[in-house]
């Protein structure tokens, strides 16, 4: 055997498993896999490219196999990942297998007569789907020897990076705007990292960040939104991976996807893509539908319009979590939906609300305002005819309702109050 | 095959699985499976006793293998559950098989050098170990017949309860103090179920249950903590099943568990002394350890001056989840703290809180105060000599630092605020 000389800073090779480099998905530029974002020819952004043949001959059948053997959590789903084999054994907080719920009671709710799942990825560690992009960026950060993982974060991803450092064995040191409400603050905070309050809002924390990363001070740093983007997109994948392995590996009829910065929408369909190519799913045609807020619909507004191009909006919305005025993945959710069939829709505030009710009182998932976006529009899409109710549907859930409990406060209330004696309840009328 | 004549208002007949009879833990006295809580003769707890043996004549080996091939969830354990062995395809939160988080950081940090593992609870639908509780109760609701859910609850419980009801078919009432806080309101009424606040502190509400269950009106309605408290109880064991079961089907030489009203330590005994008699673990001596909080301790104090009784006391401490003054099982915990040497020891409400962050930035997990008072009593059972640090020990976070956020708000503060400019963030000392 060979002796290896060791270039990097890191002790040991970097190791992305199936990934062979990055590819600009504008140009098809292909550079080595770094902690690099834009391309360096058309500053398109670079996604991670893989070659699953290499190595051993392996058939559908056997990798399936491999992956049903693997540990409960994203990390069966190695083999497509650009992680080392031996991931699961490295410390990570290991999310994901998230339940996929047979919702019949909100199904006949709506109409919907095909088949209808919730995924709900409140079950993560820190409770929304930031856990599974954050885990492949540690990965990442890890391979690239970097020491502080960072973020501009409104909220949930700073804990996510914040808990995922501490189980990972990094420093960690996240950006917030400096007027976030006390209980982010407290998730973000509460694992001893660093948090840092910017005076200003989440456009000038992201300045603030790019900033950053030029500078020798953040030599070392790994931004998971930023230099660490491409392998941290890719943890969205993981989301279309469980849920066709979920449904018996096939694929639905219709998807049903919030849209922030629009990465996750894309990342499913690239996933969905990956396993009919591989085998692990008959191929068959499906539809992917993306979720907006009124307040903040750049893509749908343009998905009406029949645009190409998403003009940025200042958002304003009690969906905080989905508040990109300019994102970054819209022209190819335009795309993706179009491609397939499905479509773009928004909801008001009050439909946002209205469905985290529906959901909870269906089929007890109390989901975050990101949730909410999702359902209200899925009644919409099958009100409105978008969406054929005898088609098998899932709807995401990408996070936890005690996250945004101020947006169901004030209209939910006891049934009644009452003294303690048998003639008080039954004075209420609940008896 | 025999025609059988159903007397119950069900349409099918109930189906306990395993579960054979109720039996009194004081005086032994058996009676029928029903929704009975006290011993006719000696107003003893009543519990479920099983015939774990009858049936088809099956090994350790093949009960093992039939487990693993189980769902990932506590239904893996219906073999040893009163439930029918077909609940898995009945609707049902489906709580359990929650992380076993191997915590080397925090071992090293407690100086703990045998391994330690923390069962994280927050894992759970609604986040707390009471998912697991509520879930059987919910199947003896169903094999009874009865059509309405309840409970007395200061939060947690409600939530559960009301999650619980909506996914399983049921309605449900329930009933908390009338001055609760706010987020623990919309987390039990979020699910669009009757919540009735009672003017009265938590005593009033149990009592008034009392009477309801008394009452025609309490016809068809299971209290999950009351009438079907046995049924209710036994959740707790699979807390135990899963704990060995992610150890490598082994026993672990120390368990750290919280108590409030004492039940969940005494199931847990339970369940590892069913798992030793059937063959799936190897008999091998194991420490039970409880842990309170100073401002609810009649136990701890009980155990300490060597009582065998468990004096009242009226509960003053951040852990509410805990804040059981006169816990029902407080005479068992001590047995059993006693019997496997064991101990009882609390923790005061500024250790609660510095246990909460030392678990959240060695561990990045997040825990409520009934997490802080185990973790701190872990710690402080570590320091004052009562627990081997070189023996095997398994921690339980039973529930979700979001739930108490206002324990480690005050002191979870943002590193520095800073401009939008690298100078500021350099002047701030973190780069």
Known sequence: MAVETVASATTTSPDFGPAVALSCRECGERVPLGPVFAC????????VAYEFSSGAAEDAEGLRKRIEAG????WRYAPLLPVPADVASKPNLNPGFTKLVKADRLARELGITGGLHVKDDSGNPTHSFKDRVVAIAVEAARNFGLTTLSCSSTGNLAGAVGAAAVRAGFRSCVFIPHDLEDGKVVMAA?????????EGNYDDVNRFCSELI??????????????LRPYYGEGSKTLAY???????WRLPDNIIIPIASGSQLTKIDKGLQELIKLGLVEEKPYKIYGAQAEGCSPVSTAFKAGHDVVRPQKPNTIAKSLAIGNPADGPYVLDIARRTGGAVEDVNDDQVVDAIKLLARTEGIFAETAGGVTIGVLKKLVETGQ????????AINTGDGLKTLDAVAPTTRPSAIIRPTLDSFREAGLA
Chains 1, 2 share one sequence.
Not at 40 to 47: D, I, K, R, S, T
Not at 71 to 74: K, L, R, S, T, Y
Not at 242 to 248: A, V
Request: glycine share 16%; proline share 8%.
């Open 214 to 227: 030029g500078d020798p001070i953040g030599e070392g740093w790994g931004f998971t939104n930023v230099n």
């Open 190 to 198: 509460v694992y001893g990292q660093d948090v840092v309050g910017i």
């Open 387 to 394: 969406l054929d109710p005898a088609a098998e549907t899932v």
């Open 242 to 248: 469980e849920i066709c392995e979920q449904l018996g």
């Open 40 to 47: 360096a020819v058309c500053f398109g952004p670079l996604e």
């Open 71 to 74: 540990p409960h959590n994203i």
